[in-house]
């Protein structure tokens, strides 16, 4: 959500306004860093926010991001995400580190609702 531009970031304002801003010149940098022509060209329009990128960024990354986090979690920590019938489950291993596919069940509801 911080990537993508979507977070709600309910705390403080003045480091919501910072990140926010930070997040705005790395994927400036980003873009700034395109070769290809039709890149460029797709992200043009998409200053000084860069949502589009960002959400391609995030499409793109977001395996390697699972990843990380579970990298850094404990031995001992769980994942929980509900089952088909609604009980909650926890993933086998490390916090995720045995699942197959990266959990993206709450890419896309609104932070207010998880």
């Known amino acids: 959500d911080i990537i993508r531009g979507k ?3 309910l705390g ?10 930070n997040l705005k010149k790395i994927f400036a940098k ?3 860093n395109l070769t290809d022509k039709k ?14 990128l960002r ?3 995030w499409a793109l990354n977001r395996k390697e991001v699972w990843k990380a986090i579970t990298c850094g979690a404990g031995k001992n920590d769980e994942y929980f995400k509900t089952s088909s019938g609604g009980v909650y489950t926890f993933s086998n291993g490390q916090c995720g580190h045995k699942q197959a596919e990266v959990l993206t069940d709450l890419d896309y ?4 609702l998880r």
């Open 7 to 9: 977070d709600l970031f």
């Open 12 to 21: 403080n304002q003045q480091e919501k306004k910072k990140l926010e801003e």
């Open 30 to 32: 980003l873009y700034d």
């Open 39 to 52: 890149a460029i060209n797709h992200y043009k329009e998409d200053s000084p926010n860069f949502f589009k």
């Open 55 to 57: 959400e391609d960024w």
């Open 109 to 112: 509801v609104p932070q207010f």
